[in-house]
């Protein structure tokens, strides 16, 4: 079992910074492809962005491309997503996830752990 805890959420003026974590217990995480996944109110839960076992290979949602990026500290059993010009449409609760599937997924339905989330609230 894995139980993973997400931190780093809060609230940002537009065009400002948030670097995101989810830290891991339980096992550790060097053998599951990890993800980000938000959910927005009155919106369905959407991809983000993932990472591969070992870093490797990353996966983002287009119109994040070049404005997050996540990364991993197997070492430290811990995801980070960091978000960079941030805009009003990315504010949402944002949850890490994790897979021991190798390949990097987008769909939610691929990702056998996940932790309570994280609100982002970007003001205009």
């Known amino acids: 079992q894995v139980q993973l805890v997400e931190s780093g959420g809060g609230l940002v003026q537009t065009r400002g910074s948030l670097r995101l974590s989810c830290e891991a217990s339980?096992?550790?995480?060097?053998?599951?492809?990890m993800g980000w996944f938000r959910q927005a109110p009155g919106k369905e839960r959407e991809f983000v962005a993932a990472?591969?076992?070992?870093?490797?290979?990353?996966r983002y949602l287009d119109s994040v491309k070049g404005r997050f990026a996540i990364s991993r500290d197997n070492a430290k059993n811990t995801v980070y997503l960091q978000m960079n010009s941030l805009k009003p449409e990315d504010t949402a609760v944002y949850s890490c996830?994790?897979?021991?599937?190798?390949?990097?997924?987008?769909?939610?339905?691929?990702?056998?752990?996940w932790g309570q989330g994280t609100q982002v609230t970007v003001s205009s």
């Open positions: 990472i591969s076992w070992i870093g490797g290979t990353t």
């Open positions: 339980g096992r550790t995480l060097s053998r599951y492809t």
């Open positions: 996830a994790a897979t021991n599937r190798v390949a990097v997924s987008t769909t939610s339905g691929d990702y056998n752990y």
